[in-house]
């Protein structure tokens, strides 16, 4: 179930409540008056995203060293470009 924040247009109380997406709003619990709900941002997953990061960055990393240490230096696939 979605939690909502909500602001008291008459008194200024905040608060959240938690309730289905299709029920009404709710009044508000300090003084019954009518509630403003609060747009707030999503929540951040740094976790994942840091993850994410570190494999990008290693998929940009040159194979060659790598490849090279289980061909052996003198493999012809694993020569640099110029050699």
């Not at 929540?43 to 990008?56: C, K, S």
């Not at 990393?61 to 020569?79: F, K, M, N, Y």
Request: one cysteine or more.
């Amino acid at each position: 179930m979605p939690t909502y924040d909500y602001l008291c247009t008459r008194c200024g109380t905040r608060f959240e409540a938690g309730h289905p997406v299709q029920a009404p709003t709710p009044a508000c619990p300090a003084c019954a008056g009518e509630v403003r709900q609060l747009i707030t941002a999503a929540p951040a997953v740094h976790g994942y995203m840091a993850r994410g990061r570190e494999l990008a960055a290693r998929s940009l990393e040159p194979e060659t060293p790598r490849h090279a240490a289980r061909h052996g230096h003198d493999c012809p696939c694993c020569r640099e470009a110029g050699d």
